[in-house]
């Protein structure tokens, strides 16, 4: 009975609201999360968004979605509706650090648990989620700087200007992918990182930002783009062919993520390395709705497995990558 109250409340509230939430899976009791997600700002977030629709539908779970356009107050008022709607469980990929604490206060008021997947906040306050379930966005820094390490050692280079496009201020991975490469690159002689930007992880601000560097630095200036996802990149290699400069050889590119546009300019060697990071975390997120809802107990952060891809590694081994 609450049930059917709740669903017709869903509906209602969805109607008045104009909100984006879906609701799949309307049912027989089963249990609903709701999920707020950033925005669709690269072919990783998509395939994230994905991700998390197929695995809820596996789970026979209600999903309510909400696409907050790289808005934090709308990621804000999704998690306010998901309490007034009474999920069972919020998932959360929040944008930015900082700023979460009032809200996730209500929640946890309301006693209903929040996951926090691919980003991690800022919080003095651990109780207010339960468990993160993302990339170790330090490591894949450090295996970027692992990379360039052996790049330039291969290369016997003395000296290598690094340029930075970094991805969107005070999120975790931009803060975290920045400080593991530098952790490996710092007090290495040989590096210099001439300027950081960031291009918040879209396309066509890698684009301007690469376009920014190169005018700034010139084509000579620039030895190494160390980039913070794919979209980015991919952006930055328009820039560079325009020029007449050729990336993978004239440039040493490094960059994030591993969506099949970028294994393909790694395989072309318009790419130098790619420190993957993985989309699919919907079964692990999923799996952990079920661990909730059942009252088991569950760690506080969880890490998919990730790898990173070089052109000193066989490529042909690098299946279709889905997104
Ligand atoms: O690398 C980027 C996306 O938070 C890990 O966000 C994610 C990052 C990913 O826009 O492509």
Request: charged residues 25%; contains cysteine; negative net charge.
């Amino acid at each position: 009975m609450k049930r059917r109250m709740l669903c017709l409340l869903v509906l209602l509230c969805m109607l008045l609201s104009g909100c984006a939430a879906s609701r799949q899976e309307e049912d027989k009791g089963a249990v609903v999360v709701g999920f707020s997600q950033l925005g669709s700002e690269s072919s990783w977030r998509i395939g994230n968004t994905a991700s998390m629709e197929k695995a809820a539908r596996a789970h026979g779970y209600g999903l309510m979605l909400d696409n907050a356009n790289q808005k934090q107050e709308r990621q804000i008022s999704a998690i306010r509706s998901f309490i007034a709607y009474q999920v069972d469980v919020i998932a959360l990929s929040p944008i930015v650090e900082t700023g979460w604490d009032n809200v996730l206060r209500e929640a946890k008021d309301a006693g209903i648990p929040v996951i926090l997947t691919d980003r991690m906040i800022d919080t003095a306050d651990d109780s207010l989620y339960t468990v993160y379930i993302g990339a170790d966005f330090l490591q894949e820094g450090r295996r970027a700087g692992e990379y360039l390490l052996k790049k330039a050692d291969a290369m016997g280079a003395d000296h290598l200007n690094v340029v930075e496009i970094s991805g969107t201020i005070d999120s975790t991975p931009m803060r975290e992918r920045q400080q593991g490469f530098m952790q490996v690159i710092d007090g290495d002689p040989r590096f210099t990182v001439l300027e950081s930007v960031s291009g918040d992880f879209l396309r066509s601000k890698g684009e301007e930002c690469a376009r920014y560097l190169l005018e700034k630095y010139g084509a000579d200036g620039i030895d190494v783009i160390y980039s913070h996802n794919d979209g980015m990149t991919l952006g930055a290699l328009d820039v560079l062919d325009a020029a007449g400069i050729r990336p993978g050889e004239d440039v040493v590119i490094i960059s994030v993520d591993g969506e099949q546009a970028a294994v393909d300019a790694l395989k072309a060697g318009r790419v130098n390395c790619i420190v993957e990071c993985t989309p699919d975390l919907g079964d692990d997120v999923m799996d952990m709705v079920e661990a909730l809802t059942q009252g088991k107990a569950v760690p506080k952060a969880m890490h998919p497995e990730e790898t990173v891809f070089t052109e000193f590694d066989d490529l042909s081994q690098i299946g279709p990558r889905g997104y």
